[in-house]
């Protein structure tokens, strides 16, 4: 396999995740409406059980690709993720449906813990971090796309199709690493699989200072763009009246996701993953500020042309800090990828869901609960990047690869 294919492939592995979660999105007043749920808010439980039943499954995932190898456990998760979608289109009821995307959750963690144990397999340093970019660039599609298709595949039917279009994607996923992806773990790194060998994983990666605090760093920042996915719609078309034009809204705000991703990897390897990341994340608190500072003194609440530039423009800083912190907190840890994946992805999705679903269950009628998420977030992810770095910022530790 070449590298723009593996790029390609790891990056479908990976937005298998983002399709469950975004694709949901147009469809969520409908799941409600059909399935009897009353408070607006709590139509936000489809994400959130998706997100907790992902977090806490990537904690086996690592460990057992790490004894058994990468593809198989793989395919065990795809094969999750299609059986589950399957059955959600014959759910019954809102909370049978809630228990059926945990599931899900649980087969998509596989994506996510395997695909950046396979990249670590085969790149370390910058040149991951370039890849990692690479990959996010392709995965970033997704999010741009995924509310569209999921308005147009309503167009067609019902909610119900959103699931059987998740399932078909997800076979053909599966087929194309099948055929295409040979084993990527070394003899020499397979790990025993036991109660000894986990938990020394585990302390390996969660005594490691700088694997740590990266991935606290993260967890926080992420906690900001899941309070945002939460609420999206209620903000787009609740607060702005966007309608039927909330996806490209979504979408437009994704690309930037993207682009950012793309310039990354054009950058990475001549000015290393902390200059960029650091300079990001000065950048992203430094426009949370501003937006904190218009949404505060801005009566009723800022008009759309300024929300959407400002929220595009925190994104984009967005884009360099996930990938590069993501990097920055797997490069130690080479030795235990597939355990190190499992456990910062872990801590990554659950702390984050917890925060997003936090500010999603905050909202008021007004974007203030999610600007006040984004600023706070944003000052709790730069302390814990200067624990990591000793106060230091903007030191290259690693020389290009």
Not at 34 to 46: A, D, T
Not at 146 to 167: D, K
Request: with cysteine.
């Amino acid at each position: 396999m070449g590298k723009i294919e593996f790029i390609a492939l790891m990056a479908f592995l990976m937005a298998l995740n983002a399709l469950a979660i975004d694709i949901m999105l147009p469809g969520l007043q409908q799941i409600g409406a059909s399935l009897g749920v009353e408070n607006e808010n709590h139509r936000q439980y489809v994400i959130s059980a998706y997100l907790i039943g992902f977090a806490f499954a990537q904690l086996l995932y690592g460990p057992i690709s790490d004894r058994f190898g990468r593809r198989l456990p793989m395919f065990v998760g795809l094969g999750i993720y299609v059986v589950s979608s399957l059955a959600a289109i014959f759910v019954p009821s809102f909370a049978a449906l809630l228990a059926l995307r945990f599931i899900q959750g649980i087969g998509s963690a596989a994506m996510r813990v395997i695909t950046v144990s396979i990249v670590r397999d085969i790149f370390g340093g910058r040149a991951m971090a370039e890849v990692m970019s690479l990959i996010m660039m392709v995965f970033m599609v997704i999010p741009v796309m995924a509310p569209s298709i999921g308005q147009v595949v309503m167009l067609f039917g019902n909610w119900h199709l959103i699931f059987a279009f998740m399932a078909v994607v997800a076979m053909i996923v599966w087929a194309w690493m099948y055929i295409r992806l040979p084993e990527t773990l070394h003899e020499d790194d397979v790990r025993p699989f036991t109660v000894r060998s986990v938990l020394g994983g585990f302390r390996i990666v969660l005594t490691d200072r700088v694997a740590l605090c990266y991935t606290l760093a993260s967890t926080f920042i992420f906690g900001a763009l899941f309070g945002f996915i939460n609420s999206a719609q209620q903000i787009y078309v609740g607060i702005y009246g966007l309608g039927v034009w909330f996806p490209v809204a979504f979408a437009a705000v994704a690309a930037f996701m993207a682009l950012s991703s793309f310039v990354n990897a054009k950058l990475v390897g001549r000015f290393g993953m902390r200059k960029l990341s650091h300079g990001a994340l000065v950048g992203f608190l430094t426009v949370n500020t501003l937006w904190l500072a218009l949404t505060l003194v801005w009566p009723g609440h800022v008009p759309f042309p300024i929300f959407i530039v400002l929220f595009a423009l925190a994104m984009f800083q967005f884009g360099w800090i996930g990938s590069n912190f993501n990097s920055l907190a797997m490069e130690p840890l080479g030795h235990v990828a597939g355990t190190a994946s499992s456990v910062l992805g872990f801590m990554g999705t659950a702390g984050g869901t917890v925060i997003g679903a936090i500010i999603g269950q905050s909202f008021n009628g007004t974007a203030l609960p999610l600007v006040t998420g984004f600023f706070t977030l944003s000052i709790i992810g730069l302390i814990f990047v200067l624990i990591a770095e000793r106060g230091k910022l903007f030191q290259a530790h690693n020389k290009p690869v």
